[in-house]
């Protein structure tokens, strides 16, 4: 998760192959009309987000993926995240953390993306740090895209096979 640009697709492609996991692209869920949107350059709001992370929360059903999958998602408000947990308990997120002049220059860098450049802006507006809540792993997104797979693997690997990784009282 992040704001546009932090490394989601690029890292979350080199995690899925590290991982041997499933990759599904958030981006290609949108609705035709909010991609429209994006590439015209206004924001998203709530409603155009809600049916989106439904889809979103369909992939994250237990039972689909196997052992784990990866999802890239901007899951830039805590209560996009909360729906995400509602579909799959535990569920991790990996929040890439960029400063917003590095993420423009990454956004205005790539040629072939609906996004537009003029929306990083709004992306910093409506992110709400996930610091603070369960489960988060927070990186710096500007280290090589192979440090943080290491890292990702490695605490995904230790949630994986600690029993102390899940909430006490919860025997999954
Ligand atoms: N850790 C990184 N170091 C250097 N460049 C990166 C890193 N992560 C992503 N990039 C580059 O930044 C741009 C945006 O990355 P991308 O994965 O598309 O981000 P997002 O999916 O979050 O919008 C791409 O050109 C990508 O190659
Ligand atoms: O909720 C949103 O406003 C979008 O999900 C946005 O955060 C996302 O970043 C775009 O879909 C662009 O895609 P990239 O994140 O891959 O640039």
């Not at 599904?24 to 035709?32: L, N």
């Not at 991790?92 to 400063?99: A, D, I, M, N, R």
Request: aromatic share 6%; with cysteine.
């Amino acid at each position: 998760m992040g704001v546009s640009g932090c490394g989601k697709s690029s890292v979350g492609a080199a995690c899925a192959q590290a991982l041997g996991w499933p990759l599904h692209e958030g981006d290609t869920y949108h609705a035709p009309q909010s991609v429209a949107k994006m590439r015209a350059g206004t924001p998203l709001t709530d409603a155009d987000r809600a049916g989106w992370l439904d889809r979103l929360a369909q992939l994250l059903a237990p039972g689909e993926g196997g052992e784990g999958l990866v999802l890239t998602c901007s899951a830039l408000r805590r209560s996009y995240r909360e729906r995400l947990r509602v579909a799959r308990p535990h569920l991790g997120f990996v929040y890439l953390s960029l400063g917003y002049e590095p993420a423009l220059a990454r956004v205005q860098a790539r040629a072939d993306h609906f996004f537009s450049p003029a929306l990083v802006a709004n992306q910093f507006a409506t992110l709400e740090s996930p610091q603070d809540e369960p489960l988060v792993l927070t990186l710096d997104a500007l280290r090589p895209v192979q440090a943080l797979v290491l890292e990702i693997a490695a605490w995904t690997s230790a949630r994986t096979l600690s029993p102390v990784a899940t909430p006490a009282g919860d025997a999954a």
